[in-house]
């Protein structure tokens, strides 16, 4: 027989510290570090191959509370990181007093927090819960904390990312720039090849999740986006509880960080290398953008 490989995964973006994941936190937390998948009725999750468990996760936050949440969870749970910020969705009901406070939390100390980045930030015009422009001014005060914190950034764009660029392009025009220079992630992305290479000129990194597997051609521009950038601006991510990825899609009641697993696999096939190899590369390159440190390389005997 075969011995099992394992796959120390991370999720670049999970919302562990949302309430959906109130009822059974530290259950799920758990079995993710076990690589212990829910039941679905049907469908066999199991690989006879491969073992993946989650090996680091980072939790945005979208607003102060939320924040708070990934700080404690951070203490709680040793693969677990923090970020603290803003969502687009949620500036509306943003205080100064609120603002304040996050930049507190980047600016003292942040390692003892265990805050490994800011956000999430960034422009939404799907949803229509807070105006652009200050969606666009939580966004450059955000940008400006991750230059003062020396944190980055993770960046959310919705139908946005046109704007987005060219928001950045434009704030880090005075920043000197290398080919090494980091400033975040634009989480999820959406864009086209052409939007995806200049991030990553700009100094960021792309987070894949769901969207990336799903097989209606619509996204046949995102597909290619994934080919086209360099294998060391790649992050995976689930975004969980959103964006459940193919072929769980509709299968789970929610999305968990877990599923990390399947956007690797469309990764790899979209890349043609292995598995084994996007795993390993997109993990080197969440340690080196979060600073994080070394990840567990086997899962938790459960
Ligand atoms: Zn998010």
Redesign the pocket.
């Known amino acids: 027989m075969s011995s099992i490989r394992f796959l120390p995964l991370v999720d670049a973006?999970a919302?562990v510290n949302m309430e959906d994941f109130d009822s059974d936190l530290d259950s799920l937390l758990h079995r993710s570090q076990c690589g212990i998948f829910p039941q679905i009725k049907g469908f066999q999750v199991a690989d006879p191959v491969f073992k993946p468990f989650i090996a680091g996760l980072i939790s945005?936050g979208?607003d102060l509370a939320s924040s708070f949440k990934a700080i404690e969870l951070a203490q709680k749970y040793d693969f677990v990181f923090a970020a603290v910020g803003f969502?687009p969705n949620h500036v509306a009901q943003a205080t100064q007093d609120d603002w304040e406070e996050c930049e507190r939390l980047a600016l003292e100390n942040p390692n003892s927090n265990k805050i490994m980045a800011l956000g999430?930030t960034g422009l939404d015009r799907y949803w229509d819960y807070s105006p652009i422009e200050r969606q666009r001014d939580f966004l450059v005060r955000t940008l400006d904390l991750g230059l003062r914190a020396n944190l980055p950034v993770i960046i959310?764009s919705r139908e946005t990312n046109g704007e987005i660029t060219e928001l950045l392009r434009d704030f880090y025009s005075n920043v000197p720039n290398s080919p090494e220079t980091t400033h975040g992630v634009v989480?999820?992305f959406s864009g086209t090849p052409e939007q995806a290479e200049e991030l990553v000129e700009l100094g960021f990194y792309l987070g894949f999740g769901g969207f990336v597997t799903y097989t209606n051609r619509k996204f046949a521009d995102l597909w290619e986006a994934a080919r086209r950038i360099p294998a060391n601006r790649i992050l995976l991510e689930t975004?969980c509880p959103f964006l459940t990825p193919h072929p769980l899609r509709g299968k789970l009641e929610r999305n968990e960080p877990l599923t990390t697993i399947f956007v690797a696999k469309r990764l790899a096939e979209l890349r043609d290398v292995s598995i084994a190899e996007i795993v390993e590369q997109t993990n080197r390159n969440a340690v080196r953008l979060f600073r994080l440190p070394s990840l567990r390389e086997k899962p938790l005997n459960c």
Do not use: A, K
Request: charged share 20%; no cysteine; net charge negative.
């Open positions: 973006h919302h945005p979208v969502h999430e959310h989480h999820s975004d």
